[in-house]
Nanobody, 126 residues
Framework: QVQLVESGGRLVQAGGSLRLACTYS????????MGWFRQAPGKEREFVAA????????HRADSVKGRFTISRDGAKNVLYLQMNSLKPEDTAIYYC???????????????????WGQGTQVTVSA
């Protein structure tokens, strides 16, 4: 069972930056694709960014391209989401997710992921 714990969410002003982290437990021999999703109040959870098993490929939602970057440190088992030029509409609970897979594959829909963290709140003030 993979356990995921997000951190780094807080209140920030529009135009500011945040880096979210997701620490995960996994067996060294297993390969996991990972992703970030977010859920704003009154809205469904939506895809933000994904990174493939092995970290060779990434993909981002159009709404965050040019502002958010996903990365991972495989040695430390940490997934990151660097968020720059934050906007009030980025306010949401951010979740990390993982799915056991093979190198080079990533996923962009909720149903494709097997494991989820509890989320971290990001609030962007105008």
């Amino acid at each position: 069972q993979v356990q995921l714990v997000e951190s780094g969410g807080r209140l920030v002003q529009a135009g500011g930056s945040l880096r979210l982290a997701c620490t995960y437990s996994a067996r060294a021999r297993d390969i996991y694709a990972m992703g970030w999703f977010r859920q704003a109040p009154g809205k469904e959870r939506e895809f933000v960014a994904a990174i493939s098993g092995g970290g060779t490929k990434t993909h981002r939602a159009d709404s965050v391209k040019g502002r958010f970057t996903i990365s991972r440190d495989g040695a430390k088992n940490v997934l990151y989401l660097q968020m720059n030029s934050l906007k009030p509409e980025d306010t949401a609970i951010y979740y990390c997710a993982a799915r056991q897979t093979v190198t080079g594959v990533y996923y962009t829909t909720e149903t494709e992921y097997q494991h989820w963290g509890q989320g971290t709140q990001v609030t962007v003030s105008a």
